[in-house]
């Protein structure tokens, strides 16, 4: 699989340390424009020119079926977000069959990538509550309550029923731990593999993706464990107050755009954190003339 370019990260490490000369430590600004030289292979770097989200909905979820309907004609928040950044929404039915939903994610962003998209968003509508927090306790060899997230329970009892279930699921989950893929069966997340097969490919095509959310945390662990390499091409929207999301970023160890401490973001903190990146895209866009600036200073001292 390819890898990003380790020189232009290099380089980008090395103007971003001379504009700390002047400018000061940027950040988190200055780690995402080292991580985005590599993965655009080209130092400085250039903001994205053609997101896109894609969302996938999960099967007989009539919830999810009518935000897939709000998306789809650019209501809400999501879709006021992304007609003001531009950002390309598809809104695709995926399919309950394990195979065929990673077969669907791996054609859909060849087709994106093949478009001109340049960085990619995969989530899932989706109305479980639980399979995607007990493939994240699974693959971070979490117990269930440090996955299960208390947002929403109304009682101790009912937060204890839902840890109940995300134990069930992971019992379940533990006996097929040799196929990562073959996980997502064992506990009813089939529709997760279209996101797998995104991110899978979408790192064979040598383009980003950003990470968001509960079920797209969940599908990055799955796809690591098939290529380990993979997670040099990703990026996470933000932090989360989700137990499992929590768990789950600390074991992927990529780049966290922002601060947004989110539970269910259902693309809004992909769209939140975007221009965000977008700006640190830019941060070495005129390093050259601080480099110069800085060589003149200590010609002077």
Same mark, same amino acid.
């Not at 998306?71 to 977000?81: A, F």
């Not at 699921?169 to 593999?193: F, I, N, T």
């Given at each position: ?30 780690? &995402? ?11 400085? @770097? ?12 999960a099967p007989g979820s009539l919830m999810s079926q009518q935000k ?54 995969? &989530?899932?509508?989706n109305d479980d509550d639980f399979a995607a927090a007990a493939v994240?306790?699974?693959? @971070? ?89 993979? @997670? ?16 789950? &970023? ?7 755009? @922002?601060? &947004? ?28 003339i601080v480099n110069e600036l800085t060589m003149e200073q200590e010609?002077?001292?």
């Amino acid at each position: 699989m390819i890898v990003p370019d380790g020189a232009m990260a290099q380089a980008a490490r090395a103007q971003s340390e001379a504009a700390a000369l002047v400018h000061g430590s940027l950040g988190t600004l200055s780690d &995402l424009s080292i991580w985005g030289a590599g993965v655009q292979r080209q130092c400085p @770097t250039s903001q994205f020119s053609q997101p896109a989200l894609i969302f996938f909905v999960a099967p007989g979820s009539l919830m999810s079926q009518q935000k897939a309907h709000d998306i789809r004609n650019g209501l809400g928040l999501v879709g006021d977000l992304a007609h003001a950044q531009g950002v390309r929404v598809k809104v695709i039915e995926a399919p309950g069959d394990l195979t065929d939903a990673l077969a669907l994610g791996r054609a859909v962003v060849d087709s994106e990538i093949d478009a001109g998209t340049d960085i990619v968003i995969p &989530l899932l509508l989706n109305d479980d509550d639980f399979a995607a927090a007990a493939v994240i306790g699974l693959f @971070t060899r979490s117990d269930a309550a440090a996955v299960t997230s208390t947002s929403g329970a109304q009682s101790d009892a009912e937060w204890m029923d839902r840890c109940a279930s995300v134990r069930d699921a992971m019992r379940k989950g533990r006996q097929v731990m040799g196929d990562p893929l073959e996980v997502l069966a064992s506990v009813d997340a089939r529709p997760l593999a279209a996101l797998v097969g995104v991110l899978l490919q979408s790192s064979t095509r040598a383009t980003p993706a950003m990470i968001d959310g509960r079920d797209s945390c969940a599908a990055a662990l799955v796809a690591q464990r098939v290529s380990r390499s993979a @997670t040099q091409w990703w990026v996470a929207a933000s932090t989360s107050s989700d137990r499992a999301v929590i768990r789950g &970023l600390d074991h992927l160890e990529i780049p966290i755009v @922002t601060d &947004l401490q989110l539970q269910n973001s259902s693309g809004v903190g992909a769209l939140t954190a975007l221009p965000i990146l977008q700006i640190a895209m830019t941060t070495l866009q005129q390093v050259p003339i601080v480099n110069e600036l800085t060589m003149e200073q200590e010609a002077e001292l």
